[in-house]
């Protein structure tokens, strides 16, 4: 008599009662093995017992209390805004990537060092003029859907609860948007660039109290120099993107959660 525990169920025997290709067979055969080793399906099976506990808790949505899919037909390009805002935002984090190869913010104390990188990548790199307009582009089209996405939000009421919290992730997200959109701004150092800056000083020094210390901490000071370019594209590079990932992600699964509300 073997004492070796015996499976619950003749998964071999299973497979040979069966007419599998190699291929099932074999993709079958490494489950099993897998299985056997870091119970892959006890959790596969957790994950799937979560998914059904969760949405079974979270009420009706309008459409299927009331069976109104074909009544609110024309609401539903405006349900797309929040996924083309992330597809926005997605192409501008690859263009930005692919550009952050030939951009330096300065060089031995030079901040026009940013103005050549540019225009070294708008008249001499192959393809550059097309990649820095896609990027500049994608990032308007993201501003552009991510503030039509909270006004399609705030006017079909999907702020109520109980999605309150992702309301106020919102609002924190298209707040980072304007910051993403301003700090890229500044990085070609251009008069444009330069104007905005002292805008953004000028606007610092104005809050009360902490006036002088933000516009220290923003911009290194109180005039515009090779300090404010090198916090704007320590922001715009190495911070923003990994915080409004997050939040993104935070953001989506929420709604995957809470599921999409439709107009009250």
Known sequence: MSLEKKDEMDHEGWMKRKDLTPVEATFLTALIWMDK???????????????????????????EQYDLDNKFWYWYPLYAL????????????????????YYAPAQAGDPSTA???????????????????????????MVA???????RVYFTGAYKEP???NWLLGIVLISLTMVFG?????LPW?????????????????IPLAGEWV????????????STLQRMYIIHVFLLPFVVTTLIAIHIGIVWMQGIAEPH
């Open 145 to 151: 859907a991510v503030f039509l996405h909270m006004l």
């Open 115 to 141: 103005y050549n990188s540019i225009t070294f990548i708008m008249t001499d790199l192959q393809f550059g003029f097309m990649l820095r307009s896609i990027h500049r582009w994608s990032a308007q089209v």
């Open 82 to 101: 929040g996924s083309f805002s992330t597809l926005a935002y997605i192409v501008a984090a690859v263009s930005g990537a692919l550009l952050g190869f």
């Open 190 to 206: 251009d008069q444009l660039a330069f104007w905005a800056g002292q805008i953004g000083v000028e606007m610092s020094l104005s």
């Open 37 to 63: 080793r870091l119970r892959i399906v006890d959790y596969l099976e957790l994950l799937e017992n979560l998914y059904y506990k969760v949405n079974l808790q979270m009420p009706k949505s309008h459409t």
């Open 182 to 186: 301003y700090t890229g701004y500044l």
């Open 163 to 165: 999605r309150e919290l």
């Open 215 to 226: 516009a220290q901490l923003l911009f290194g000071g109180f005039t515009l120099s090779q």
